[in-house]
């Protein structure tokens, strides 16, 4: 395994993390061996940064990874999230009816304690805010994340789909270590202000959906997804949209096959290729996967492999949004 650093933290993290959401919610049913199994495996190939949140399965997920956390503590650095509630009790996706962001410091304070319970450890590694919350100054959020610090609760806050202007508000506030937006072949939008500012403030960018959803393995899949899959419901799977996307992944994936790669590892390698203050947190809870996913670090991207891509982007523009509109009025606030 290759390894970046944290910001100016002197932390160590794999070059690609592992993102669990789906061990527990969001992609079909859960199968819990197979997700520890997945965990353990991460550990034997080195991969120490973990991602996680509250809100996936209603602190279900946090829950199971405590099973590998706990005995493995001093090989892990275990980043989880607050923020999104639900309004009666059923979990479900941000855009959702029942599922609202609470960034108060009333909630935090409760919040930060269940997950260290579900956990079941004493310090969070990296703690975000999920969102910022459009209805509580930014100032009381990231000063209740900076008590949280002060209480030995949390090392390290990030902010997660934060805007340039939240972003340089927050870092002033208390540094801020990490920014998680989604980042990928697909989704490119934080390039124009939101990446720069990272960049100038040292905060390391840490990808999510950096394989866009799994679109270049998935795309002709679509129609067999379990009813759990919230991939359903987004529009890069929809009507013009989807055929759009097929068209590119098919293209993305004969570029990859020509450099003996899946169109997986291709994007994956295209985001890790973009910077090494870039940790990208692919999901997965299955082993093969994990092990694909780990070898992306190893793909040398070539300026014409770039070009090449950015040209078949040209080719097939008509991508869609990556959240339904609900969830589109939580990003980038």
Same mark, same amino acid.
């Given at each position: 395994m290759k390894f970046r650093k944290l910001g100016n933290t002197g932390e160590q993290l794999s070059a690609v993390g592992l993102g669990c959401m789906g061990m527990s919610f969001a992609y079909g049913p859960a199968d819990e061996q197979e997700s520890i199994s997945t965990l353990h495996k991460a550990l034997d190939l080195g991969v120490n940064f973990w991602d996680t949140a509250d809100m996936y399965a209603d602190g279900e997920n946090e829950k199971l990874i405590s099973k590998v956390l706990v005995p493995n503590r001093d090989k892990i650095f275990i980043a989880?999230?607050?923020?999104?509630?639900?309004?009666d009790g059923k979990p479900s996706h941000s855009g959702a009816p029942?599922?609202?962001?609470?960034?108060?410091?009333?909630?935090?304070?409760?919040?930060? $304690?269940?997950?260290?319970?579900?956990?079941?450890? $004493?310090t969070i590694d990296l703690y975000y805010a999920h969102r910022v919350d459009p209805n509580i100054p930014l100032e009381e959020t990231v000063g209740a994340m900076a008590e949280l610090v002060k209480a030995g609760k949390v090392k390290y806050l990030g902010l997660s789909e934060a805007s340039a202007e939240s972003i340089r508000k927050a870092n002033k506030i208390h540094p801020i270590t990490t920014l998680q937006s989604e980042y990928s072949i697909l989704t490119k939008d934080i390039e124009n202000e939101i990446l720069p500012t990272v960049r100038e403030l040292g905060i390391t960018l840490v990808p999510y959906s950096p394989l866009a959803r799994g679109l270049f393995a998935n795309i002709n899949d679509v129609q067999n997804f379990e009813d759990e899959d919230f991939r359903k419901t987004l529009p890069r799977y929809q009507e013009e949209y989807l055929e759009n996307n097929r068209n590119l992944a098919k293209e993305i994936n004969e570029l990859a096959q020509s450099k003996g790669v899946k169109g997986t590892q291709l994007a994956l390698a295209w985001v890790l290729n973009q910077g090494e203050d870039i940790i990208p947190i692919p999901g997965t809870k299955r082993i093969k996967y994990l092990e694909e996913?780990?070898?992306a670090?190893?793909? $040398?991207?070539?300026p014409s492999d770039l070009e090449t891509i $950015?040209?078949?982007?040209?080719?097939?523009?008509?991508?869609?949004?990556?959240?339904?509109?609900?969830?589109?009025?939580?990003?980038?606030?």
């Open positions: 989880t999230k607050f923020g999104f509630r639900f309004k029942g599922t609202y962001f609470d960034g108060s410091p009333e909630w935090i304070k409760k919040a930060v $304690d269940l997950s260290l319970q579900r956990l079941k450890i $004493d996913n780990i070898e670090v190893n793909i $040398d991207l070539s $950015d040209s078949l982007l040209e080719k097939y523009p008509n991508v869609g949004e990556r959240y339904t509109e609900g969830s589109m009025k939580l990003v980038n606030n």
